[in-house]
């Protein structure tokens, strides 16, 4: 997969470079270019954030990640680079979480791609987002079930029964 | 036999180590798995919710687990309450 490039990248030690994103999927033969930047905002329904830690399951997020670029790739074809970095660990407001990157000969796959790619990683990959606010406290945020998602993916005939998900 | 389960997320505020060593039947499936961390959390979990075991998927270390495949013959097993990234 010399066209995509995917990593967690721990704070602690680095921080995610949007520019070296750019750098990654740039080619002469790319016109379109599209990049979504997540970052820590300041508030989040109504309460003051002072931070972000985000816990990551990294070997089976990286599996994810090569399964949402492969995807990407038989959607959009196969003239595409997509970078995918997230971040793991205690971030401060402004902090880049994830960056998302997509070269390709066009903008329009480039912008369907790039979107493709954020929407599958927030949904489905194995990253928790716990929120720190301003009167000290820290709450994990509600998320989406992978227990359901991935029922959903092996169709009706497999799902168990006599088990509800909330 | 006994089955380390790595906890991530919410569960990890629950085991400082995250990561808890269960009993089940020779040949269980996930869902065995699941009622016995629920059980585990019931008994000593603090604030335990078991609404959020409900909702969370069990994987091997490279990919979701179906509720009736059998449990991995070795390596932990890994709950993953509702993602959230980005």
């Known amino acids: ?166 | 036999m006994k089955v380390e389960v790595s906890l991530f997320g919410a569960f990890r505020d629950h085991e400082p180590g995250a990561a808890v060593t269960l009993e089940v039947p020779a040949g269980a499936r996930v869902a065995d798995l699941r009622s016995a961390l629920a059980a585990y959390g019931r008994a000593h979990w603090p604030g335990f919710r078991e609404g959020l075991l409900l909702r969370s998927a069990f994987a091997s270390q490279t990919c979701v687990l179906g509720e009736q495949e059998a449990l991995p013959e070795s390596g932990p097993v890994v709950v993953l309450p509702p993602v959230g990234g980005g």
């Open chain 1, 1 to 166: 997969m010399g066209d995509f490039l995917r990593r967690i990248v721990d704070v602690e030690h680095e921080r995610i470079d949007p520019a070296a994103a750019m750098e990654f999927v740039a080619d002469p033969a790319f016109g379109g270019f599209a990049m979504f930047v997540g970052r820590v905002r300041e508030q989040n329904q109504g309460r003051a954030v002072t931070g972000v830690s985000y816990d990551v399951f990294e070997q089976l997020a990286l599996v994810g990640f090569d399964d949402i670029m492969r995807r990407a790739q038989e959607q959009f074809g196969s003239r595409l680079k997509i970078y995918l970095a997230h971040a793991r660990g205690r971030l401060g407001i402004g902090d880049v979480a994830v960056v998302v990157a997509v070269g390709t000969p066009h903008r329009d796959e480039a912008f369907r791609a790039c979107r493709q790619v954020i929407e599958a990683v927030k949904h489905g990959s194995p990253i928790w987002k716990q929120e720190h606010y301003v009167d000290g406290s820290s709450e994990w945020s509600e998320g989406c079930s992978l227990c359901e998602s991935h029922e959903r993916d092996r169709g009706p005939e497999s799902r168990h029964d006599g088990h509800a998900h909330g």
